[in-house]
């Protein structure tokens, strides 16, 4: 029997108080999935939520790392001036390590990946042997990550929320097929947790899950109008309309209006028979570039997937249809060449291969702009969507990281790790924060905490010293 201290620990955790009646009603239908969140706003009381993204293979740390200053008062490096409008809505973590051992065997990104987010060293998938290989890609993790890990503990919050297992996404079709490594962030009870990377699929299955008490009569009804989430809800929506606040009508309007072009972003080039929506299967061709000359399709796509997937994200936190979510740009043996993406860059190696390549700094600091540019881009969409007692960046911490340092060595010291948002919780941002060497595990814990969840360590105690200081007031 859980204890009330138990109780209060994981009810608090991704807090959210809708209006009784609310839930007791409506609020587990397909239009009350879309309006809960209003009535939360309208009390100030959003839920908290958790994005964890990643990109790959390393970074260039003297463009990265502020090199003057001291805590608040520091000039941004090259690669982080894209995030400037969002400098006091960001923490930047200096010597943080990566909780794991250079002489482990296996490849050096998976486990920089499973360690970053298990805590545990990686373990051999189960039938399989490494055979001697130093460089073997049969790791996976030995436990949950640590996103399934949360979702575990705050299980009290989740019953009403359509993705309780979370989002698992990528904008790299590769990081979604064959063994995990370091393509799987996220790790449940059942083993890895493969990446989205159709953002089409992805939209179904969030806005989908939405519609978990659709009637099977329903549901065919709408295969057979093309009948997309939000008209199938338009009745429903309408007949609620009445029990919205007023204060939240513009609110509601503009939402509603978001998710409807999204999907017809998604849709505009697709197979008009296939409608979104459950027990449905979307079109995997979305609204994406199609590829020219000897540019590959996830070189073509690479960047309007990445929006569209966050963007998903962004919507299913606004809808509370998910409330912890995982992302990642590409895997660490990303082979996307980024002369293919971006002007003026002319080293026509993959990404990987750069990051091998001591004397591209130039071109590897490049790659990761690029994806600061993409972050600053979605967290300023986040800034600016209402939410509750601030704004959906307010409620939500957000931690950006890489699974090594230097890309030449897959160096695991000075982890090149930003966290963003979480006022409400409390986060200490506008600071650049210097550790003389705690691990990753340390900055799950600090987390974990500020969430409402006591903890002293995560994962492996021989790489976990307890909460990271300074992170939360």
Not at 213 to 219: E, H, I, K, R, T
Request: some cysteine.
């Amino acid at each position: 029997m859980k204890s009330k201290g138990e109780t209060k620990m994981k009810s608090d955790l991704f807090r959210y108080v809708p209006r009784r009646s609310f839930l007791a009603g409506v609020g587990t239908t397909a239009a009350g999935s879309l309006l809960r969140p209003l009535f939360a706003s309208a009390a100030n009381a959003s839920p908290t939520r958790l994005l964890i993204v990643h990109r790959p293979c390393g970074t260039f740390p003297t463009a990265f790392f502020p090199q003057g200053g001291n805590a608040t008062t520091f000039t941004l490096p090259p690669i982080l001036q894209p995030l400037a409008s969002l400098q006091d809505q960001m923490v930047i973590l200096n010597g943080i390590y990566c909780p794991r051992d250079h002489s482990w065997a296996g490849d050096q990104h998976g486990a920089g990946m499973i360690t970053m987010m298990s805590g545990k060293r990686p373990i051999e998938i189960p039938g399989t042997s490494s055979g001697g290989d130093a460089n073997a890609k049969n790791q996976m993790a030995a436990g949950p990550s640590v996103d399934q890990f949360f979702l575990q503990q705050a299980s009290l919050g989740l019953q009403n929320v359509a993705m309780s297992s979370g989002i698992q996404s990528t904008a790299y079709a590769p990081s979604s097929i064959g063994l995990p490594n370091f393509k799987v962030m996220s790790y449940g009870t059942a083993g890895a947790m493969f990446p989205e990377s159709r953002d089409s699929v992805m939209f179904s299955n969030v806005f989908g899950g939405a519609m978990a008490n659709a009637s099977p009569q329903d549901l065919a009804r709408m295969r057979s109008q093309n009948t997309s989430v939000l008209n199938f809800v338009n009745k429903d929506l309408t007949r609620l309309r009445g029990l919205v606040p007023k204060t939240e009508m513009t609110k509601l309007d503009a939402h509603l209006d978001g998710i409807s072009k999204l999907q017809a972003r998604l849709l505009a080039t697709s197979n008009p028979t296939m409608p979104v929506g459950a027990a449905c299967t979307p079109p995997v061709d979305a609204a994406l570039p199609g590829p020219t000359g000897d540019t590959t399709q996830d070189e073509a796509q690479h960047k309007t997937l990445a929006q569209n997937q966050l963007g998903i994200i962004l919507s299913a936190f606004q809808c509370d249809l998910a409330r912890v979510a995982t992302f990642s740009f590409a895997h660490g043996n990303s082979a996307l060449r980024f002369s293919k993406i971006l002007p003026n860059f002319t080293d026509g190696a993959g990404h990987h291969d750069i990051s091998h390549n001591m004397g591209a700094t130039n071109e590897h600091a490049a790659i990761d702009t690029f994806y600061s540019q993409m972050m600053a881009d979605f967290l300023s969409k986040m800034k600016a969507t209402p939410d509750g007692a601030g704004t959906l960046l307010d409620n939500t911490i957000v931690v950006y990281f890489n699974e090594c340092c230097y890309g030449w060595d897959h160096s695991i010291e000075n982890m090149p790790v930003l966290m963003f948002g979480g006022k409400n919780l409390k986060l200490q941002t506008g600071q650049h924060l210097q550790f003389g060497m705690r691990y990753m595990n340390d900055v799950w814990v600090a987390i974990a905490n500020a969430m409402g969840m006591p903890m002293t360590t995560f994962g492996d105690t021989a790489f976990s010293k307890g909460a990271l200081p300074g992170l939360f007031g």
